[in-house]
């Protein structure tokens, strides 16, 4: 359940969808269970949608989760909240914890995750304390439920530039895998690899440079997306979940 970081925004697949990293999570599960004895039913469903509020995944989302039941949920929102200027992340986090207690009571495990570190990124930087205020509040409610908590915030290697797409808002494809080895790890599995493995040295760039990718950037992709967010419109608003049913992984 989520936005467009569980939707897999950034990690493109071979049919023009997205994979990301919930959809590698499932296969990794998947093959822990084959690899444990009889696989069994397993089944995986992904009804997480690019650009929603927390309200709307709340809405849309966690009463099909309830009716699905399934034994375990990955709930990952709010993030486009508290991007939006004038947002109260002691608000959005109630209301987190109101639908964890919800998923709580009508299905097994409950996956939460906390928000990024913005440190060193342009603009969102800026909301680095308000991201940070939002985690404090979904640890404790971990804490309160009992939930396990994918903490995005300390998952070092995404500090890199390399784990982010060209737009700076959604994870690439090594990005995502690295958060799916970490989530692995979170519920119990030894993953093929190390989410936190070092990445390999780089040229140093000169500021000149740098200036000049931030500037394309904004013009590119930040504009555009603080141009949505004025009009009320967003990139989710005609797309549907990708996996609305549990079904089988192939």
Known sequence: MGDSFTEGVGDP???GSFVGWADRLALLLAENRAAAGPPGDFRY???AVRGKLLDQIVAEQVPRAVELAPDLVTFCGGGNDILRP???PDAVAARFEAAVADLTAAVGTVMVCTGF???GVPVLGLLRGKIATYNAHIRAVADR???PVLD???LRSVQDRRAWSEDRLHLST???TRVALRAAQVLGLTPPA???EPWPPQSRRLPSEVRRENIQWARAYLVPWIGRRLRGESSGDDVEPKRPDLLPLR
Request: glycine residues 16%; contains cysteine; proline residues 8%.
């Open 45 to 47: 469903a992904n009804l």
């Open 174 to 176: 090594q990005g995502h």
């Open 152 to 154: 995005l915030w300390s």
């Open 145 to 147: 439920y009992g939930c």
């Open 117 to 119: 570190d913005t440190r």
């Open 194 to 196: 190390d989410p936190d």
């Open 13 to 15: 697949g071979p049919d």
């Open 86 to 88: 004038g947002s109260d």
